[in-house]
């Protein structure tokens, strides 16, 4: 029996997912000591206003948001698992978001896939436990593709509201969101005989977007510094690719066994077969293909002139790879689907 065929209603479905990820992610929270980059978060956020944003600026490296968000959170406590909380609360809402967007997307087998994904991802759960912003880059991510969504869909005043809010948020989560309009630029140009009137509009609302960031970059543009903090990132090769793949699906724990390549070659199987299969909405796979690969090969192309590669910096493409996935597992059938499962769950034992 399929599982969208089980009766069950949908929110004790998208619950079950919800109490699953927010367990994950808040179990045993505080057990480990505050490593370098969180103490640096929380030492910004504990800094009176003025010398906080002095530091961000001279710093550069990241835009405010999540600083100006933590601070709200050590009022309440400042303990590592209370500095900790902002990402478990944003990786627990991602894998939700997850659900609906695979939902109106694929269907509600492969949104529940997705979610489950998602929900036991070992590079998600990793960040949405740590005291930086990447939980929040890739929820914000993932709300800005979702919007994008609605309003090429039908356009109204409440989605194009939504659609400045989330974009212009993410954007002053992390530079690495700016990707999130570039694939969005790809879907239009990709149809743009049938969409070229929907481009006015989303160029204007785009522009909104960005106002608040670029009071940032004006911000940044008149400090005396003129570089950021990046220096210690190394050169970038092909292997990189791969290698965020790995990161996406099995998660890299070095050295790689012989099995978490078996494993990743399935996951990479089902996201081919994921292209394949068919999706509720045809349109948004070549949405979500984009969406999960043309970052990282981006990314991988400006590195080769300035490095700036790192697999965090482009988890806001981890859900796109993930759905894929979903889409590709939903379409075998349900004996299949429960071998890979079996087989997953061994693996990761083993």
């Given at each position: 029996?399929?599982?969208?065929?089980?009766?069950?209603?949908?929110?004790?479905?998208?619950?079950?997912?919800?109490?699953?990820?927010?367990?994950?992610?808040?179990?045993?929270?505080?057990?480990?000591?505050?490593?370098?980059?969180?103490t640096?978060?929380?030492?910004?956020?504990?800094?009176?206003?003025?010398?906080a944003?002095?530091?961000?600026?001279?710093?550069?490296?990241?835009?405010?948001?999540?600083?100006?968000?933590?601070?709200?959170?050590?009022?309440?406590?400042?303990?590592?698992?209370a500095?900790?909380?902002?990402?478990?609360?944003?990786?627990?809402?991602?894998?939700?978001?997850?659900?609906?967007?695979?939902?109106?997307?694929?269907?509600?087998?492969?949104?529940?896939?997705?979610?489950?994904?998602?929900?036991?991802?070992?590079?998600?759960?990793?960040?949405?436990?740590?005291?930086?912003?990447?939980?929040?880059?890739?929820?914000?991510?993932?709300?800005?593709?979702?919007?994008?969504?609605?309003?090429?869909?039908?356009?109204?005043?409440?989605?194009?509201?939504?659609?400045v809010?989330?974009?212009?948020?993410?954007?002053?989560?992390?530079?690495?969101?700016?990707?999130?309009?570039?694939?969005?630029?790809?879907?239009?140009?990709?149809?743009?005989?049938?969409?070229?009137?929907?481009?006015?509009?989303?160029?204007?609302?785009?522009?909104?977007?960005?106002?608040?960031?670029?009071?940032?970059?004006?911000?940044?543009?008149?400090r005396?510094?003129?570089?950021?903090?990046?220096?210690?990132?190394?050169?970038?090769?092909?292997?990189?690719?791969?290698?965020?793949?790995?990161?996406?699906?099995?998660?890299?724990?070095?050295?790689?066994?012989?099995?978490?390549?078996?494993?990743f070659?399935?996951?990479?199987?089902?996201?081919?077969?994921?292209?394949?299969?068919?999706?509720?909405?045809?349109?948004?796979?070549?949405?979500?293909?984009?969406?999960?690969?043309?970052?990282?090969?981006?990314?991988?192309?400006?590195?080769?002139?300035?490095?700036?590669?790192?697999?965090?910096?482009?988890?806001?493409?981890?859900?796109?790879?993930?759905?894929?996935?979903?889409?590709?597992?939903?379409?075998?059938?349900?004996?299949?689907?429960?071998?890979?499962a079996?087989?997953?769950?061994?693996?990761?034992?083993?």
């Amino acid at each position: 029996m399929r599982l969208n065929r089980l009766e069950v209603p949908e929110p004790v479905l998208v619950a079950v997912l919800a109490v699953a990820a927010f367990t994950i992610r808040a179990w045993d929270l505080g057990a480990q000591s505050l490593w370098f980059d969180e103490t640096y978060s929380v030492f910004l956020a504990r800094l009176p206003l003025a010398e906080a944003w002095a530091a961000l600026l001279a710093d550069g490296v990241h835009p405010p948001l999540y600083y100006a968000l933590l601070r709200g959170v050590i009022g309440l406590g400042q303990s590592e698992a209370a500095v900790r909380a902002l990402s478990v609360l944003a990786g627990t809402l991602s894998v939700v978001l997850v659900y609906a967007i695979g939902r109106a997307w694929i269907g509600r087998t492969a949104a529940a896939l997705a979610g489950l994904l998602l929900c036991v991802s070992p590079l998600h759960v990793w960040y949405s436990r740590d005291a930086r912003m990447y939980a929040l880059l890739m929820l914000l991510s993932l709300a800005a593709i979702g919007t994008y969504a609605l309003l090429l869909r039908r356009p109204t005043s409440a989605r194009s509201t939504l659609f400045v809010l989330a974009h212009g948020l993410a954007y002053l989560t992390h530079y690495f969101a700016l990707m999130v309009p570039l694939v969005e630029a790809i879907d239009i140009l990709a149809r743009f005989s049938r969409r070229y009137r929907f481009l006015r509009r989303w160029t204007a609302l785009q522009a909104l977007a960005a106002l608040p960031f670029l009071g940032w970059v004006v911000a940044l543009a008149g400090r005396d510094a003129q570089i950021f903090g990046i220096g210690w990132v190394p050169p970038s090769a092909p292997a990189d690719l791969l290698l965020t793949l790995v990161n996406f699906t099995v998660g890299v724990l070095p050295p790689m066994s012989v099995y978490l390549w078996i494993a990743f070659a399935a996951f990479l199987l089902l996201a081919l077969q994921g292209l394949r299969a068919r999706w509720e909405d045809p349109e948004a796979k070549f949405l979500v293909a984009v969406w999960a690969f043309g970052p990282p090969v981006l990314t991988f192309l400006l590195s080769l002139r300035r490095p700036v590669y790192i697999d965090r910096f482009l988890i806001g493409s981890l859900p796109a790879v993930l759905l894929l996935v979903a889409a590709g597992l939903a379409s075998l059938r349900r004996g299949w689907r429960m071998l890979f499962a079996f087989v997953m769950a061994a693996i990761l034992v083993v």
